[in-house]
């Protein structure tokens, strides 16, 4: 009997261990990581619609939102940000972090890149900025109008890159994904970041 109650006792330990190291313990670090910073705000209906956009096209195959720690990536010297902290993505339902980075990571670009001429040209053919990019052109995201009309956004492409007759115009898709990348900015003030030491980014790029 006395056996019986040993084993009993020790697979309750072993169940109340498992139970705060795989649920209590994740859920009060996920409590603390809701805190949402005082300067982000939320995406506006634009940047929502944009966001859709950007997930329909599966940009965040090919790019990342997460800068990593020095230790890891010299994401920092890349001129990507600070490393991502949970806070940063209060606002993001689902997260896109993504796995790959094809082109460069996009948390920041909005600091980055603020001018919506840019993105629209960059948009429409990224040559036309980058000349050895590799990123697809999407052209179907705009329209070639003989007449421009007041509410309509003409993209200032560079001569070579014009249509040979026409104007080119953002839809509004373009214009809100355009949006939704220019609040892309996570360059707030934030708490410290313990940095990886080289030890542990050996350790984390080992087999």
């Known amino acids: ?29 996920l409590q603390s990581s ?12 634009a940047a929502e619609r944009g966001r859709e956009v ?9 790019h990342s939102q997460q800068p990593r720690d020095p230790g890891l990536a010299p994401d920092g010297q890349r001129g990507w940000g600070r490393p991502s902290v949970p806070p940063d993505y209060a606002y993001d339902q689902p ?6 980075r094809t082109g460069p990571d996009l948390l920041n670009i909005g600091a980055r890149q603020p001018s919506v001429d840019w993105h629209l040209t960059h948009l429409y053919n990224p040559r036309a900025l980058i000349p050895d ?6 052209r179907f995201l705009f329209e070639t109008t003989d007449v421009v009309l007041n509410q309509d ?26 949006q939704y990348l220019l ?3 996570r360059t707030y003030e ?9 030890e542990g980014a050996d350790a984390e790029k080992a087999p």
């Open 54 to 62: 950007y997930i329909s096209m599966g940009c965040q195959y090919c």
């Open 133 to 138: 990019s590799t990123m697809p052109a999407f």
């Open 190 to 198: 934030t708490e410290a970041i313990p940095q990886a030491s080289a």
């Open 153 to 178: 956004r003409e993209v200032n492409l560079p001569p070579d890159f014009r249509p040979e007759a026409g104007h080119v115009i953002a839809t509004q898709d373009a214009m809100d994904l355009v």
């Open 1 to 29: 009997m006395t056996r019986v109650l040993g084993i009993a006792a020790g697979s309750a330990l072993i169940l109340l261990f498992a139970t705060l190291l795989i649920v209590v313990m994740p859920a009060v670090q």
């Open 34 to 45: 809701r805190n949402v910073p005082e300067a982000l705000e939320p995406y506006s209906p």
């Open 95 to 100: 997260h896109l972090l993504g796995t790959m």
């Open 183 to 185: 609040e892309l900015d």
